[in-house]
């Protein structure tokens, strides 16, 4: 999945991803730059990212940059 951040708060590790398919939003939740090379992320940033559910909520996860695999 492809996306551009909308928001992200760098002290909670909250903030929004718009999915390029659909225009959806996908939550960033604190936990979800591990494992990436990401350590921050600035608003219309692009980037590739994999989706799980918690709790019922779109949640991005495993982030990488936008032109990875494209």
Do not use: C, N, W
Request: charged share 25%; glycine share 12%; proline share 3%.
């Amino acid at each position: 999945m492809q996306g551009v951040v909308k928001t992200f708060d760098p002290a909670t590790g909250v903030g929004i991803i718009i999915r390029d398919d659909d225009r959806s939003e996908v939550m960033l939740m604190p936990g979800s730059l591990e494992g990436s090379l990401f350590r921050i992320l600035r608003q219309g940033q692009r980037v590739v990212f994999d989706i799980e559910s918690k709790d019922g909520t779109a949640v991005a996860s495993r982030l990488r940059f936008g032109s990875d695999g494209y």
